[in-house]
């Protein structure tokens, strides 16, 4: 992280991801495709909720998407804070892709899943954009949060979370592969000084009594 942006300044950083989707149910991809919560993953919004309830927070931002907007609606019924928008913290537009299964998509697109294997952080989604775009696009967003809050909320999804952990980590965009952000789970890094340190890693504790 570029430490101009935080320097002098101690923040902690929360990444939720959203609760379980009808798609996510059915191993669909989603991408931008605005798909709300499944009753389970209402379920998951409020043990998520629940887990973040004490924590002090200056900022709540999602993606405009449905499924993440209402997940950080039902953890802002425990803070007098708005919701802000963020549009460029929705997922990787995956393009033709969205809806497919990963069999459909095995199938029908063999030569980009081939591509994907690859080099999964520069090769484009058809008609969509790749990993290297979609951080290039979400890691201004952080900077800005960085600046504006001392302790701050995102509400995001998979792809969108684990590019920032790269970026903070300074790992490449291959890592993507190694790193899952399960649905509902909560990541937290504190700052000091610029450099980031995560001190939680895609927490689901909370969860465990949701069937």
């Known amino acids: 992280m570029d430490k101009s942006d935080v320097r002098g300044k101690n923040l902690r950083l929360i990444l939720a991801r959203h609760g379980e989707t009808l798609w996510n149910r059915d191993r669909k991809i989603q991408g931008i495709t605005d798909i709300g919560l499944s009753d389970l993953g209402m379920e998951q919004a409020k043990k998520l909720a629940l887990s973040l309830q004490n ?28 919701i802000a928008v963020e549009n460029d913290l929705q997922e990787l537009d995956v393009g033709k892709l969205g809806g497919m299964t990963f069999t459909e998509l095995m199938v029908m697109y063999p ?74 789970s909560k990541t937290h890094i504190d700052f000091k000084n610029g450099t980031g340190n995560i001190v939680l890693f895609n927490d689901t504790a909370h969860l465990h009594d949701c069937s």
């Open 55 to 82: 924590e002090k927070l200056d900022a709540i931002i999602t993606s405009p998407l449905e499924r993440a907007y209402e997940t950080a609606r039902i953890i802002g019924t425990y803070h007098d804070l708005s």
């Open 111 to 184: 030569e980009f899943l081939g591509q994907w294997m690859l080099d999964n952080a520069s090769v484009v989604m058809p008609h969509g954009e790749s990993l290297m775009e979609l951080q290039e696009r979400v890691w201004p967003v952080i900077q800005r949060i960085c600046k504006n809050a001392e302790n701050a909320l995102i509400v995001s999804h998979n792809f969108v979370i684990i590019t920032i952990l790269c970026k903070i980590q300074n790992f490449s965009l291959s890592h993507t592969t190694k790193i899952r952000v399960s649905l509902a």
